[in-house]
């Protein structure tokens, strides 16, 4: 197996175009300018952390979250805003910066008591195409870090019309959760291995920032 740190981002980044992934990622040779719609996801995201966390109030234009936020502050256990997490090729855990790290992800939200535990995903965007499948590796990785745990809701917050998309997970179903990252976890390795990364063309690709592209046609 070839030697990298992959996150729930980066691999859909892979099975969306594995030529994008290698420009950005592995050859470094463009960066990805945030739009609007980042910027304006990073900045929920640091709000609604500061609030839970510290308990700073949030500014008059993020007011329409606190109802669901403050719901999620009701929940009992131990609240971890932004909890960072890494796991060794072995699946056991590490620190989210150890140079040998396999994969790593951040929760924005875990709360946990005893065995049980929440994660939240916060979402400023539309809930019409969901992806709960970042929650089943935060998940795993919560199953990791926290040995206790046994039982996880997890769900992904919209913010914006206040949708709350959940899922839960075993620790007995582990095995088959990581099975869900075989396939595409085999082919980023083999890109690795035989230095091989086809672009996957749609009509997305105008957007790209990989100008050298031959199916960017901006």
Not at 1 to 8: G, I, L
Not at 110 to 128: E, N, Q
Not at 188 to 198: K, P, V
């Amino acid at each position: 197996m070839a030697n990298f740190t992959w996150s729930y981002s980066a691999l859909k980044e892979y099975e969306n175009c594995p030529k994008k992934y290698y420009e950005i990622r592995v050859a470094q040779n463009y960066t990805v300018i945030p739009s609007e719609k980042m910027i304006y996801g990073t900045e929920v995201h640091k709000a609604l952390e500061d609030y839970v966390k510290d308990g700073k109030e949030l500014a008059v234009n993020y007011l329409r979250f606190k109802p669901a936020v403050d719901s999620l502050k009701e929940i009992p256990g131990t609240k971890y805003p932004e909890y960072e997490m890494a796991l060794y090729k072995d699946r056991t855990p590490c620190d989210f910066k150890d140079d040998n790290r396999w994969v790593r992800g951040i929760v924005d939200l875990l709360i946990v008591d005893d065995d049980y535990a929440f994660i939240v995903d916060y979402k400023t965007g539309s809930h019409k195409y969901p992806d709960p499948k970042q929650l089943r590796l935060m998940a795993l990785m919560t199953f990791a870090h926290f040995p206790k745990v046994n039982k996880i809701k997890a769900g992904l917050l919209f913010v914006m019309n206040n949708v709350f998309i959940t899922e839960e997970y075993k620790r007995e179903d582990i095995e088959d959760s990581w099975g869900k990252f075989t396939v595409s976890l085999a082919r980023l390795d083999n890109s690795y291995n035989t230095n091989i990364w086809l672009p996957n063309p749609t009509p997305l690709c105008k957007f790209c920032p990989v100008k050298s592209c031959e199916f960017n046609k901006t």
